[in-house]
């Protein structure tokens, strides 16, 4: 993962059947402790990109001593949507976010 404006992160997202589906994601615009923008395309395993992707605003603001994560999706085509779907991003995203919910917890007992 390459964290800056025109860097990228490269991955596979892997079901519990063992299915691969990639996807990369590419950092337009950072903010630092505040917001960053991104393209994020599925791809196969050599890193070449099934356009269109989904354009990613993921902005941090305090609200009463809490950081508050919003995030907006922007998909051009509905039928990028309803892959994304079909792929398992509703299941995928929700146990992310669980996750992240789980790991600033133990941070913030330290």
């Known amino acids: 993962m390459n964290?800056?404006?025109?860097?990228?992160?490269f991955y596979a997202m892997v079901?519990?059947?063992?299915?691969?589906?990639?996807?990369i994601q590419?950092?337009?615009?950072?903010?630092p402790k505040t917001n960053f923008k991104m393209l994020n395309v599925f791809a196969d395993e050599n890193?070449?990109?099934e356009l269109p992707g989904s354009d990613w605003d993921l902005?941090?603001?305090?609200?009463?001593g809490t950081t508050k994560l919003?995030?907006?999706?922007y998909n051009e085509l509905l039928e990028r949507l309803a892959?994304?779907?079909?792929?398992?991003?509703?299941?995928?995203?929700?146990?992310?976010?669980?996750?992240l919910d789980e790991l600033l917890a133990t941070l913030s007992h330290k």
């Open 59 to 64: 902005t941090f603001s305090e609200q009463n």
């Open 70 to 73: 919003s995030i907006s999706i």
């Open 83 to 99: 892959q994304m779907i079909e792929t398992g991003f509703e299941e995928g995203f929700t146990m992310t976010l669980k996750s």
């Open 15 to 23: 079901s519990p059947e063992g299915m691969e589906r990639w996807s």
């Open 3 to 9: 964290f800056e404006v025109g860097g990228k992160r």
């Open 26 to 31: 590419q950092y337009t615009s950072i903010t």
């Open 47 to 49: 890193e070449n990109l």
